[in-house]
T-cell receptor, first 115, second 113 residues
């Protein structure tokens, strides 16, 4: 079964609205989770590292005020795309590292379309 | 600056033959490499990995080769099956497998029956 649950799978929203994406670790606790973004025909690009109990670490070029990350518990991280614009349309994927064997598990992804 | 490159955007192979997917990297600090398989609208699925202390790792039909001097790795799938058709990403990291991954652009593999 799935180790990481990501919701929603797809979302269509109007420009200017905010969208929240959830990433849940189902089998183990995780102090760290990663958020990636993939544009069509491009590679997955790391956006930020979500840290439980502290602020997220953002990659260069990623606006922290636009992509709000909250790692509320050891099994849940959320990514909120605030004031979404059409250029934010992309495939967002979370990943969760399992520390004891250093394996990385990915969510099923969220396809965001901003009209 | 693309630190991990997959120069072949697509590859077509006959069922039963060998599929060879290539990946090049530029950062000599990378010490762990992974291959993922991805279907459309789904998250990547881990296939196989290799540490920089090795030059080969094998798991069933999948073998990954690492040439550190050339900063090149390849994934061999033999025999190829139609169910192997997907996009394959190589990824690299430094400081451990759970550290942030740098992905290549992917290669679309089509295995023809």
């Amino acid at each position: 079964g799935a180790v990481v649950s990501q919701h929603p799978s797809w979302v269509i929203c109007k420009s200017g609205t905010s969208v929240k994406i959830e990433c849940r670790s189902l089998d183990f606790q995780a102090t760290t989770m990663f958020w990636y973004r993939q544009f069509p025909k491009q590679s997955l690009m790391l956006m930020a590292t979500s840290n439980e109990g502290s602020k997220a670490t953002y990659e260069q070029g990623v606006e922290k005020d636009k992509f709000l990350i909250n790692h509320a518990s050891l099994t849940l991280s959320t990514l909120t795309v605030t004031s979404a614009h059409p250029e934010d349309s992309s495939f967002y994927i979370c990943s969760v590292p399992r520390e004891w064997d250093e394996k990385l598990f990915f969510g099923s992804g969220t396809q965001l379309s901003v009209l | 600056d693309q630190q991990v490159k997959q120069n072949s955007p697509s590859l077509s192979v006959q069922e039963g033959r060998i599929s060879i997917l290539n990946c090049d990297y530029t950062n000599s600090m990378f010490d762990y490499f992974l291959w993922y398989k991805k279907y459309p609208a789904e998250g990547p699925t881990f296939l196989i990995s290799i540490s920089s202390i090795k030059d080969k790792n094998e798991d069933g039909r999948f073998t990954v080769f690492l040439n550190k001097s050339a900063k090149h790795l390849s994934l061999h799938i033999v025999p190829s099956q139609p169910g192997d058709s997907a996009v394959y990403f190589c990824a690299a990291t430094s400081g451990g497998a759970t550290n942030k991954l740098i992905f290549g652009t992917g290669t679309l593999l089509a295995v023809q029956p």
